[in-house]
Nanobody, 113 residues
Framework: QVQLVESGGGLVRPGGSLRLSCVVSGRRIAFYTMDWYRQAPGKQRELVATISTSGSPNYVDSVKGRFTISRDNAANTGYLQMNNLKPEDTAVYSC???????WGQGTQVTVSS
């Protein structure tokens, strides 16, 4: 059984930081591009960042320079470091193994003063 479990979300003030983790079991992440998506209330799900099997990252323009995606294949875990958070970053963040049906349950990130 494949499971993706996110953690690290929470309530943070504007300008603050959070680090999301995605622990994967049942598949070795080394073989997959990993994605982080987010979905805000009333909005469509948005691809935030991806990291290839070779470690090359890509970001949506709105988070470039603030978010960093990374992976630890030995730990079978993906990460999303989020700095200088803004209220518009508020959403449920989910990790995903690219080109598969495997998703995490999501973790809530709320940026508010």
């Amino acid at each position: 059984q494949v499971q993706l479990v996110e953690s690290g979300g929470g309530l943070v003030r504007p300008g603050g930081s959070l680090r999301l983790s995605c622990v994967v079991s049942g598949r070795r992440i080394a073989f997959y591009t990993m994605d982080w998506y987010r979905q805000a209330p009333g909005k469509q799900r948005e691809l935030v960042a991806t990291i290839s099997t070779s470690g090359s990252p890509n970001y949506v323009d709105s988070v470039k320079g603030r978010f960093t995606i990374s992976r630890d294949n030995a730990a079978n875990t993906g990460y999303l470091q989020m700095n200088n958070l803004k209220p518009e970053d508020t959403a449920v963040y989910s990790c995903h193994l690219d080109a598969t049906l495997y998703w995490g349950q999501g973790t809530q990130v709320t940026v508010s003063s």
